[in-house]
C-alpha cells in the first residue's frame, strides 16, 4: 500500500458521495460503500502520518467544541426582501426593469428551503471553512460540524477556489422520523424541521451532529461571475465540481413567464422531500445584478416570495379522549374545521397530560395551529381563553369506564382492562393486521372499524371466519373487493410465522426483535399455551430470563398478557381457526457477527428493520435490551439514557453506525 493508492481510495468514496448526494444516483450498495470505509479506517490506523483533512473518515466528528470561533466579513451577507402576493411581485419586476433601463430580466426561480443558512470556502478544492451567517457580518465557524454532514463534499473534483452559499436542513421524513421516536418516548416533539436543523449544527458536540441526519443544498456563488455569465450556470458549473444543488430551480424570461411559473408552485410544494417557505427569485445575469446594486440591507436583484402562512387560529370544539392500542389515554383537540396549506385540520393531538396542563385549555378557547407540508398539526399555544373550565385528566377511561392508572413516568395515563376495552379492542386489531406484522393487506383502519361496528369482527381471530358474503353486505363493498381481503387474510395466515404473530399480539415490550428468541424457544402459539398450563408464573417468568434479550420486564409483560383470560379466549380461538404458525428453524449463523449479540437503539440512517437485516445477514443477533450476554450497543441519534446506562454497566461497548459498518466490512 503506498500514500496514492490511500489518496485514490479517498478519492472513490468522496465520488460515492458525489453520486448518492448530488447526482441521487449511487453506483454501489451500501456494503461495498461501507467495506471502502473500512477500509480506509484500516490504512489510516496503520499511517496515521498519511491522513488527509479530508478524508472521509473525518466525518465522524470528533472532540466537543468548547464553542464556536467567530468569523467576520468584509462583506456582509445579505438577506432577502419578502413579498407576499403577486402584485407585490409585480411591484418588485417593475423595479427590476426600470433599474435596467426598459431591459427585460430574466429570473431564476428556486425554492426557499426553510433550513439554516450556511457560507462554504473551499480552497484548492479542500472544505477550508464553513460558517453561519450570523448577523450578516459576523458568523461563526461551525466547520467541524459541517464535516460530518456527507452530502457536502470535503473535496471538490478540481482544485479550485471558490466560495459558496445555501442551506443546511432536514427532510420531512427525516424529520418525521425523528419526532416520532420522541413522541413515542413521552417527549415531547421537535416544533420543526428548521429548528431541528440549526439545533444540530450549534450543537457543540460533533458526534452527536453525525447521529442528526442533515442534507443540504448549495444556491448562490460568491463572486459568481467569475466561472459564468449567469447565476444558473454557475450553479450547475459547481455541480460538475460535486456541490449539491437544487434541481428544482427554473429559467424565466420576463413577467408572464415568471408569474406562470409561480402560480404553479402552488401545488409543487408540498411534493418536496423538504420544507419550503417560500420560492427565490433572483436576476440570473451577473451584469445585470450589477447594474441594479443592493440597498443597504438587501440585494435589489433578488427577493423572496412567501407562501400563505401555515399557521392560522381556530376554536377548540372540545377534547377527545383517545384511547390507544396498549391503553394510554392520550388528549385530542377537536377543532372547528380550518384549512391550513391545503388540507382541512379538524383535530391535533396533545400528546400528553402534561402539555395540557401548561397550555391551560379548555372548549372555545381560540388556539393557534401549524401544519407544515406532511408533517403532524401541532397546537402551538392558546391565544383567547373561553369562559369556560380548564381541561383536566380524566379518571376513568371514555370506551370501558374502567379506572385509569398512572404509568411509570407519571405523564401516560392508561386504561388497565385491555381486550377487555372496546377501543383497544379495535386498535388491536388495527395493530395486528400491520405492514410487518401480520401483513393483511388491504384491511385499513377504517374497514377495521366497518367490521366491527357490523359486529362481524369483537378479535383478531375473527378476521379469520370472515366471508365474502358477509363483506358484500358492508358500505363500500363490492364481490371484488371482498374476495381481495378474504384472499389476502387467508394468505397472511399462510405466511405467518410465529414471531411475527407474537409480535402482532401487541404484548406491552414485545415488538419484532425480542419476538423471535421467544418465538423460536416454543416452536408455535398451541405450545407456548401448552407450557403456560404447565408451569407457574414464577417459572414461565425465570424461563424466559433466561433467553438471550429477554429481562424481567419483558417476561413479566409476556407472563401477564398469556394469563390474562381475554386474551387466552382470542389465542385459542386463533389455534382453532388455524392460525399456528410453526417458527422455521434457522440454521447456525456464520459471518463477521456469528455469535454477537447486538441491540440497535437510536434513530439510525437506514430504518432500523434494514440495519437488522444487515446484522442478521452478517450472523448476527439483534435483541432489544443491553445485558450482560450483548456484544455491542449500536447508538444512534437520540439514544437513551437507560440504554447507556445499560451498556455502562454490563461493560458492553458502544458504537455508532460508522462502528458498525467497521464490523461488518471484517472478512
Ligand atoms: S439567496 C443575497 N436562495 O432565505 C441572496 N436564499 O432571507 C441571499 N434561502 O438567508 C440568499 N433558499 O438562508 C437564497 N434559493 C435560495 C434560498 C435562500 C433559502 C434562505 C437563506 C437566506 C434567506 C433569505
Redesign the pocket.
Same mark, same amino acid.
Given at each position: 500500500m503506498t500514500r496514492d493508492a490511500y489518496l485514490a481510495l479517498c478519492q472513490q468514496i468522496v465520488e460515492h458521495d458525489r453520486r448518492y448526494y448530488v447526482e441521487a444516483a449511487p453506483t454501489i450498495a451500501d456494503v461495498e460503500y461501507d467495506r471502502l470505509m473500512a477500509d480506509v479506517r484500516a490504512i489510516e490506523a496503520e499511517q496515521p502520518a498519511w491522513v488527509v483533512a479530508w478524508s472521509p473518515t473525518r466525518r465522524v466528528g470528533h472532540q466537543p467544541l468548547e464553542g464556536f470561533s467567530k468569523v467576520v466579513r468584509p462583506v456582509p451577507? %445579505?438577506? %432577502?426582501d419578502?413579498t407576499y402576493s403577486e402584485d407585490d411581485l409585480r411591484g418588485f419586476h417593475d423595479r427590476v426593469v426600470k433599474g435596467l433601463d426598459g431591459d427585460q430580466p430574466t429570473y431564476s426561480i428556486?425554492?426557499?428551503?426553510?433550513? +439554516?443558512?450556511i457560507e462554504l470556502t473551499y480552497g484548492a478544492g479542500e472544505l477550508v471553512l464553513a460558517a453561519t =451567517?450570523g448577523d450578516g457580518t459576523t458568523g461563526e465557524d461551525v466547520s467541524a460540524n459541517v464535516r460530518t454532514i456527507r452530502a457536502i463534499p470535503q473535496r471538490l473534483r478540481e482544485d479550485v477556489d471558490v466560495v459558496v =452559499?445555501?442551506?443546511i436542513y432536514m427532510t420531512k421524513a427525516v424529520f418525521a422520523r425523528l419526532n416520532a421516536e420522541r413522541v413515542a418516548a413521552g417527549e415531547e416533539p421537535f416544533k420543526n424541521p428548521r429548528n431541528l436543523a440549526a439545533g444540530s449544527i450549534k450543537l457543540f458536540d460533533p458526534r452527536e451532529v453525525t447521529r442528526r441526519p442533515l442534507a443540504a443544498?448549495l444556491?448562490?456563488v460568491v463572486d459568481g461571475e467569475r466561472i459564468a455569465a449567469g447565476h444558473l450556470a454557475s450553479l450547475d458549473a459547481i455541480r460538475r465540481l460535486g456541490i449539491p444543488t437544487?434541481t428544482e430551480n427554473q429559467r424565466a424570461a420576463g413577467w408572464d413567464a415568471l408569474a406562470a411559473a409561480v402560480a404553479a408552485w402552488a401545488t409543487r410544494r408540498d411534493g418536496l422531500p423538504y420544507e419550503v417557505d417560500g420560492l427565490?427569485i433572483?436576476v440570473d445575469s451577473y451584469e445585470q445584478r450589477a447594474a441594479l446594486g443592493t440597498t443597504s440591507k +438587501?440585494?435589489r436583484w433578488?427577493i423572496?416570495y412567501k407562501f400563505p402562512a401555515r399557521q392560522v387560529t381556530t376554536r377548540v370544539k372540545e377534547l377527545e379522549l383517545n384511547v390507544g392500542r396498549t391503553g394510554a389515554v392520550t388528549p385530542v383537540a377537536i377543532l372547528e374545521p380550518v384549512e391550513v396549506s391545503g388540507t382541512t385540520v379538524q383535530r391535533v393531538s396533545l400528546h400528553n397530560w402534561d402539555q395540557v396542563a401548561r397550555l391551560g385549555i379548555g372548549d372555545r378557547d381560540r388556539v393557534l395551529i401549524e401544519k407544515a407540508g406532511e408533517i403532524i398539526p401541532q397546537l402551538l399555544g392558546v391565544t383567547e381563553r373561553a369562559d369556560s373550565p380548564r381541561w383536566v385528566a380524566p379518571t376513568a377511561c371514555p370506551s370501558c369506564d374502567a379506572a385509569l392508572e398512572r404509568e411509570e413516568d407519571k405523564v401516560v395515563l392508561a386504561c388497565p382492562n385491555r381486550l377487555g376495552c372496546p377501543a383497544q379492542r379495535l386498535a388491536a386489531i388495527d395493530f395486528f393486521a400491520a405492514r410487518g406484522l401480520m401483513n393483511i393487506d388491504g384491511l385499513g383502519e377504517r374497514i377495521v372499524a366497518q367490521v366491527v361496528d357490523a359486529g362481524l369482527v369483537a378479535d383478531v381471530a375473527d378476521l379469520f371466519v370472515l366471508t365474502v358474503e358477509q363483506l358484500e353486505g358492508l358500505d363500500r363493498f363490492g364481490e371484488q373487493s371482498a374476495r381481495n381481503l378474504v384472499a389476502s387474510i387467508a394468505q397472511a395466515r399462510d405466511q405467518a410465522t410465529f414471531a411475527r404473530l407474537l409480535a402482532a399480539l401487541g404484548i406491552p415490550h414485545v415488538g419484532g426483535v425480542v419476538a423471535r428468541p421467544i418465538a423460536a424457544r416454543h416452536g408455535s402459539l398451541s405450545k407456548l399455551l401448552a407450557t403456560v398450563d404447565s408451569t407457574s408464573s414464577d417459572q414461565l417468568i425465570a424461563q424466559h430470563t433466561q433467553i438471550d434479550g429477554v429481562g424481567e420486564v419483558i417476561a413479566r409483560a409476556v407472563d401477564r398478557f398469556v394469563r390474562d383470560p381475554h386474551a387466552r379466549v382470542v389465542m385459542d380461538k386463533l389455534i382453532a381457526r388455524g392460525v399456528d404458525p410453526e417458527e422455521p428453524v434457522t440454521a447456525p449463523a456464520t459471518g463477521p457477527l456469528a455469535g454477537k449479540t447486538l441491540v440497535v437503539t437510536g434513530t439510525l440512517s437506514a430504518p432500523r428493520g434494514e440495519v437488522q437485516a444487515r446484522i442478521e445477514a452478517a450472523g448476527g443477533k439483534v435483541t432489544g435490551s443491553v445485558t450482560k450476554k450483548t456484544d455491542y450497543l449500536v447508538a444512534g441519534a437520540d439514544t437513551g439514557k437507560t440504554k447507556l446506562d445499560a451498556a455502562a454497566k454490563h461493560g458492553v461497548p458502544v458504537i455508532d453506525e460508522a462502528g458498525l459498518a467497521q464490523l461488518l466490512a471484517k472478512p
Open positions: 451577507m %445579505l438577506s %432577502l419578502n428556486e425554492p426557499k428551503i426553510d433550513g +439554516f443558512g =451567517r =452559499r445555501g442551506e443544498i444556491y448562490e437544487s427565490v433572483k +438587501f440585494p433578488a423572496a
